[in-house]
C-alpha cells in the first residue's frame, strides 16, 4: 500500500542546533501513529514539520506517493490536513460558529456549514453546546470542540498535538474511546503526539519512541510495550507496566 505521507532525511534546526534528525517516516491511509517520548524530545516540533507549519528540511516529502514541491504546495497540502493543539485556542463567538470556521474560510454555503458542523457535534456527544459561547466550556467541552472543528473540513491526516495533556482521567478516556471511533468510521489517517504511554493503546495502530530528536523504536503498541528496544524505552512504558500488572496482574500475563 502506498503510504499517505512519507519523508526521508527529516531534520529540525532551532538555533543551530539539530532538534529532530528522523532518516525515514511514513504514514499509512488511514492509520493512527502515536510518537511518545520524554519533554524536550522533539515531538512537537516533529508535529510541526510534518504539518507544514514550521521549516524544516527534507530529503524528500511524498503524499501518496508523489513528491511534494516545498514551500510552493504548503498551502495546498495544508488543506488536506487538520491540527489540533494541547490548547483548545478557540475563538469567540459559539461553538457551532468555531466548527463552521474551517468551512467558512473555504466557502462552503451556510446552510451546508451549519449540517456539518452538527453532524460533527452529534459524533462528539457535544449536540447540546453548540449555541454556547467557547468562553463557557470545560477543558474538555473544549477539547472536542477544537476535535470537531478540525475534523469538519474533512482532513485526510489530523494532527493531535498532546490534546489529552489538560484532561482528567476519566475526560480523556472517553474522548480516546470516540476519537478512535470516529477515524475508524471516516479512513482518516492521524499523527498523535503525547508523553503518557497509557493513551496509545486505546487509539494508535502504531508508535514511534522519541527521544532527544532521535526515533528508538517504531511498532505495535502491543511490540513496544512487550518488547522495548532500549532502556529509555523501558522506562517510558514502564509506568503502564505497572498499572496493568496492579490492576489485573493475571490479564496481563494472558496478553503476553
Known amino acids: 500500500m502506498t503510504p499517505l505521507l512519507e519523508v526521508t532525511n527529516l531534520k529540525v534546526v532551532r538555533g543551530g542546533r539539530v532538534v529532530v534528525d528522523i532518516p525515514h517516516l511514513s504514514i499509512a491511509p488511514g492509520e493512527v501513529l502515536a510518537v511518545v517520548g520524554p519533554n524536550g524530545s522533539g515531538k512537537s516540533s516533529l508535529l510541526h514539520a510534518l504539518a507544514l507549519l514550521h521549516p524544516a528540511s527534507f530529503g524528500s516529502y511524498r503524499w501518496e506517493g508523489r513528491q511534494v514541491a516545498l514551500p510552493q504546495e504548503a498551502l495546498a497540502l495544508r488543506r488536506q490536513m487538520g491540527v489540533v493543539f494541547q490548547e483548545s485556542l478557540l475563538l469567540a463567538g459559539t461553538v457551532l460558529q468555531n466548527v463552521e470556521l474551517g468551512l467558512r474560510l473555504r466557502g462552503v454555503p451556510a446552510v451546508r456549514r451549519r449540517q456539518i458542523a452538527m453532524e460533527m457535534l452529534e459524533q462528539l456527544r457535544i449536540p447540546h453546546l453548540a449555541n454556547r459561547s467557547s468562553r463557557q466550556l ?119
Not at 503525547?194 to 487509539?203: K, N, Q, R, S
Request: proline content about 7%; aromatic content about 4%.
Open 138 to 256: 470545560s477543558g474538555g467541552e473544549a477539547q472536542r470542540v477544537s476535535i470537531a472543528r478540525a475534523l469538519a473540513t474533512s482532513p485526510r491526516l489530523l494532527y493531535l498535538d498532546e490534546p489529552m495533556a489538560s484532561l482528567d482521567v476519566l475526560a480523556r478516556s472517553h474522548l480516546l474511546k470516540d476519537l478512535r471511533r470516529i477515524l475508524t468510521a471516516s479512513g482518516t489517517a492521524a499523527f498523535f503526539v503525547t508523553h503518557d504511554f497509557t493513551e496509545i493503546p486505546p487509539l494508535a495502530d502504531r508508535v514511534a519512541v522519541l527521544a532527544e530528536g532521535k526515533m528508538l523504536q517504531i511498532g505495535t503498541p502491543a511490540e513496544v510495550f512487550n518488547a522495548p528496544a532500549t532502556p529509555l524505552v523501558r522506562d517510558l512504558v514502564q509506568v503502564a507496566h505497572d498499572l496493568v500488572s496492579t490492576l489485573n496482574p493475571r490479564g496481563r500475563q494472558e496478553a503476553e
